[in-house]
């Protein structure tokens, strides 16, 4: 258990460094989300940008702070699928809009990289969650 702690402060300060520049910068956010080509209206593209702002802070509150995992494992899955997701239709594309939120769910440049760093991140999301619903 006390491994399965260490993995969710770990998780939760990965998710907090991406959330506090995406605070920071949330119109480079929003510019780097629009390069995505993925919604044509902006007006949904303004709120989604800042639900996903507010949606990683709260998943790194939770993350660190003991609390409902089954509404935090819904949470988590649903916000990395996008962002893998998102990526994946994208990858190899290289774009003029970059926020530099830790290079994780907006990069200049999709790779493989970037892919295979947010699958990690949900996998580590459904295990560390997996593990405290099932106890």
Same mark, same amino acid.
């Given at each position: 258990?006390?491994?399965?702690?260490?993995?969710k402060i770990l998780l939760?300060?990965?998710?907090?460094?991406?959330?506090?520049?995406?605070?920071?910068?949330?119109?480079? %956010? @929003?510019?780097? $989300?629009?390069?995505? !080509?993925?919604?044509? +209206?902006? *007006?949904?593209?303004?709120?989604?940008?800042?639900?996903?702002?507010?949606?990683?802070?709260?998943?790194?509150?939770?993350?660190?702070?003991?609390?409902?995992?089954?509404?935090?494992?819904?949470?988590?899955?649903?916000?990395?699928? %996008? @962002?893998?997701? $998102?990526?994946?239709? !994208?990858?190899?594309? +290289?774009? *003029?809009?970059?926020?530099?939120?830790?290079?994780?769910?907006?990069p200049a440049v999709v790779?493989?990289?970037?892919?295979?760093?947010?699958?990690f991140l949900l996998i580590?999301?459904?295990?560390?969650?997996?593990?405290?619903?099932?106890?």
């Amino acid at each position: 258990m006390i491994l399965i702690n260490i993995c969710k402060i770990l998780l939760g300060i990965v998710f907090l460094k991406s959330s506090f520049i995406k605070t920071k910068k949330p119109y480079q %956010f @929003y510019k780097a $989300l629009g390069d995505y !080509n993925f919604l044509k +209206n902006n *007006k949904l593209l303004i709120g989604l940008s800042t639900c996903l702002i507010v949606l990683e802070q709260l998943l790194c509150i939770f993350l660190i702070l003991p609390s409902k995992p089954i509404i935090f494992l819904s949470l988590g899955l649903l916000v990395q699928l %996008f @962002y893998v997701t $998102l990526l994946f239709f !994208n990858i190899g594309r +290289n774009f *003029k809009n970059n926020c530099e939120c830790f290079s994780l769910n907006a990069p200049a440049v999709v790779t493989g990289k970037n892919i295979s760093i947010n699958i990690f991140l949900l996998i580590s999301i459904f295990i560390i969650y997996g593990f405290l619903i099932r106890y």
